[in-house]
């Protein structure tokens, strides 16, 4: 799969999108919101990373609930869109974003600065367990000290001012346990001319090279 035919994949699910789940008959329906496509992105994501990498020792879990513990506090839910595991060890929570949304500085959030504080307790190792349950069995995981907030972000459009994404990417290169990737610009994947987004392969290999240097 390449870059192109990941980002055009992503096209194609925001066209069919726009259409209805059943058969409307001789009924006038008709949708004035697209249906949701993060769960086919994220599913897309995985099976694109897991090709790159092209390792079957590794385990790719999509879109899973997982609980952190730090000593003497309660348990925290957290929730990789992509969670990478090598040999027990979760080495990689990946956050895809379709877009950053119009207006939205992410990086001054109070939920970019919960994301601080989890990435800051995995690096430090200062966590007491890591888990998840499958079929009611719990799996007990360790944390590589290496992980990051690995942001991607499919398209740099629709996010208002072009500097929410520039003062984004500054301030992000200025901290050790984030990252940030843009994969494709100049129009929107969801726009309704068919025009096909330029993709960006630069951030793309960008993005690979750094998952292969954290497995």
Known sequence: MTNQDFISTICSFYKESRKLMVDAGDYKIWRGVSHSISSQSEDLFALFIAKKLNDSSLEFIVDKTMTYKMPGKKSIQFRPDLAIINKGVLTHSIDLKMDMGYKRRYFETPEFDTEKKKFNTFREQTFESVSYRVNDAKVELKVSPKIKNQIVVISEKNEGKSSNRTDMIEAINMMDWVSIYYLSGDVHPNNY??????????QFERLINDIKQLT
């Open 193 to 202: 001319s068919n025009e096909l987004p330029s993709v960006n392969d630069v």
